[in-house]
């Protein structure tokens, strides 16, 4: 493992509260996800909040659901049917833009919360009978304000192209900050774009190219507007998943760079373990270390330069997976 980073040079990402082991649930306990504080705490610096602790419900504390139409569920209590629907949504709408939420650069909810939720949470009808199509009232306001912040529920990253996916996501999030972070220039922009290429195309080919119509017309569009075209069409270019093809079709067109500086059995070797990755039998990470080898064994610089060789950690492992 590499040194361990300082506090300040984590990446700031927004957490429930419990999943760090804390005792703030319903019942006093806790939900403690060993994933996300043993591995991902060696990257990230984690923000707690737990919303129903902190509109002043108490531990422990009468459970909460959801009831109600879908649109606009209401948050009682499941015994006195007391309604925390007016606390918790005045609270959300004020906490998610508070400054310690307003710089980060990724979220972990809890999965099934009536308040963290971010997908497929219970909603009672009148009879009482559960329909999995809601949100938690604070994640809900947290995806309307933030609508480019990655986010994920811990359920979900028990899914390894989910967690890749969120994990990609996080760490583009947090270039793509620093990009535009006070001013910016035009060429820090098409280097950015440049250098995230075959990242793009390995998530979503139509999404490259539209940005790179973006980045041809920046001279003429105003930074305010061009930061908020190029950021929203970054971001939900990664959020789409990258596949298997996608994931070939970029390894070729590295290999184009290669061909003159490899031998015959080299390119065979490289290409087999390609072929291999296509089938099933080896995991991304096998032709890509490969491949890396020869681009800074040849020093070849365009490569090189390209996020899609270490998107994030090697040490997270993401690519290990066949």
């Known amino acids: 493992m590499p040194a361990k980073k300082k506090n300040d040079e984590l990446i700031k990402i927004g957490i429930s509260t419990c999943l760090l082991g804390q005792k703030v649930r319903f019942d006093g306990g806790h939900k403690h996800d060993r994933y996300i504080t043993d591995i991902l705490g060696d990257f990230f610096r984690f923000v707690p909040v737990c919303p129903e602790l902190e509109i002043g419900m108490g531990v422990p504390r009468e459970a909460v659901r959801l009831v109600g139409p879908v649109e606009s569920p209401q948050m009682k209590g499941t015994k006195t049917g007391k309604d925390w629907t007016s606390q918790m949504t005045q609270y959300s709408e004020r906490r998610v833009r508070k400054r310690d939420l307003s710089d980060l650069c990724g979220y972990i909810l809890k999965k099934d919360s009536p308040s963290c939720g971010m997908e497929r949470v219970k909603i009672y009808d009148p009879s009482g009978m559960p329909q999995r199509k809601g949100i938690g009232l604070f994640a809900a306001s947290l995806l309307k304000h933030h609508p480019l912040l990655p986010v994920e529920e811990e359920g979900r990253l028990n899914d390894h192209k989910l967690r890749e996916n969120f994990i990609v996501r996080v760490f583009a999030f947090s270039r793509l900050r620093r990009l535009f972070k006070g001013r910016f220039t035009l060429g820090r922009l098409v280097r950015f774009h440049t250098q995230h290429k075959y990242l793009l195309l390995a998530h979503s080919p139509k999404h490259y190219k539209t940005l790179g119509q973006v980045v041809a017309a920046s001279k003429k569009t105003p930074p305010d507007r061009l930061r908020e075209e190029y950021s929203s069409l970054f971001m939900e270019a990664l959020k789409t998943k990258s596949t298997t093809t996608k994931n070939i079709n970029v390894l070729h067109h590295i290999m184009g760079f290669?061909?003159?500086?490899?031998?015959?059995?080299?390119?065979?070797?490289?290409?087999?373990?390609?072929?291999?990755?296509?089938?099933?039998?080896?995991?991304?990470?096998?032709?890509?270390?490969?491949?890396?080898?020869?681009?800074?064994?040849?020093?070849?610089?365009?490569?090189?330069?390209?996020?899609?060789?270490?998107?994030?950690?090697?040490?997270?492992?993401?690519?290990?997976?066949?």
């Open 258 to 322: 290669l061909k003159k500086v490899l031998s015959s059995a080299e390119k065979k070797s490289i290409l087999a373990s390609i072929e291999d990755y296509r089938a099933g039998l080896l995991p991304l990470v096998v032709p890509l270390t490969l491949i890396r080898h020869y681009v800074e064994l040849h020093d070849i610089e365009y490569i090189r330069d390209q996020i899609y060789l270490n998107p994030h950690p090697k040490e997270l492992m993401l690519r290990s997976h066949v």
